[in-house]
Nanobody
Framework: QVQVVESGGGLVQPGGSLRLSCAASGGDFSIYVMGWYRQTPGKQRELVARIYSRGSTVYADSVKGRFTISRDNAKNTLYLQMNSLKPADTAVYYC?????????WGQGTQVTVSS
C-alpha cells in the first residue's frame, strides 16, 4: 500500500502555471501506474492524467496539451506541470495509483485559478 503526500498547490491567475508534487512511500513506486485526480465540491473525483511505469502517459481531454505528468522513480515522486491554467481547473488535486486504491488517498493540494 502506497502512502502519498501532495504539495505545490496555490492561488494562480488564469494563464498561469503551477507544478504539483506527490511524494510516495510504502510500496514499490516504480512499478505502479500513478495518476493525478481532482475534485470540486459536489462533483465526483476525476482522473486528470496517468503515467505508466516506463513513462507513457494518458490525459483527460480537458487538460490535454496544457498539463504534463511525469515521475522520478529514484525519488519516489510524481509531478504534474500545469500550464495555461483556467478557472475550471480549480479543484483539490490528489495523487494515487491507477486504478485508485481507496486506502491510499492523501490530503490533496488545493489549486485555485482566479483573477
Amino acid at each position: 500500500q502506497v502512502q502519498v503526500v501532495e504539495s505545490g498547490g496555490g492561488l494562480v491567475q488564469p494563464g498561469g502555471s503551477l507544478r504539483l508534487s506527490c511524494a510516495a512511500s510504502g510500496g514499490d513506486f516504480s512499478i505502479y501506474v500513478m495518476g493525478w485526480y481532482r475534485q470540486t465540491p459536489g462533483k465526483q473525483r476525476e482522473l486528470v492524467a496517468r503515467i505508466y511505469s516506463r513513462g507513457s502517459t494518458v490525459y483527460a481531454d480537458s487538460v490535454k496539451g496544457r498539463f504534463t505528468i511525469s515521475r522520478d522513480n529514484a525519488k519516489n515522486t510524481l509531478y504534474l506541470q500545469m500550464n495555461s491554467l483556467k478557472p475550471a481547473d480549480t479543484a483539490v488535486y490528489y495523487c494515487n495509483q491507477y486504478p485508485h486504491d481507496d486506502d491510499s488517498w492523501g490530503q490533496g493540494t488545493q489549486v485555485t485559478v482566479s483573477s
